[in-house]
């Protein structure tokens, strides 16, 4: 009599090396965040204290909530009042009659000639 070959065998012989990688590989994937540290955008540079954080205006960290179109448009226009590198265009208006913004970010001098720049 033939022996009849189980071909479910062949796939539980070839998972056992997964099966002893898999755990060690999802444990170093874990403790990955533990060595992570903040670090800041421009290493190096100085922010300026006058322009407020979106935290400061929105009350949350930027990805924590949804920020509302109307919360995004007053962030703009504090970026405006808070430095010279901003300059915010309204160019119209959405179909739900929300303010749409062009919002131009350069060298204060830049801002300053902007209108020969359109």
């Not at 990955?32 to 400061?56: H, I, N, T």
């Not at 109307?70 to 009659?97: D, H, I, P, W």
């Amino acid at each position: 009599m033939k022996k009849i070959r189980n071909p479910q065998s062949a796939i539980i012989n070839q998972g056992d090396s997964m099966g002893r990688w898999l755990p060690r590989s999802v444990l170093c994937l874990f403790a990955l965040p533990v060595f992570a540290q903040e670090q800041p955008w421009f290493p190096g540079s100085a922010y300026d204290a006058r322009v407020p954080a979106p935290k400061s205006v929105l009350g949350y960290e930027i990805g924590e909530y949804y920020t509302e179109h109307l919360q995004m448009t007053e962030y703009m226009r504090r970026l405006e009042a808070a430095t010279g590198r901003v300059k915010v265009f309204r160019v119209g208006e959405s179909n739900e009659r929300r303010e749409l913004l062009l919002v131009a970010v350069s060298d204060p001098a830049n801002i300053q000639k902007i209108e020969q720049y359109r």
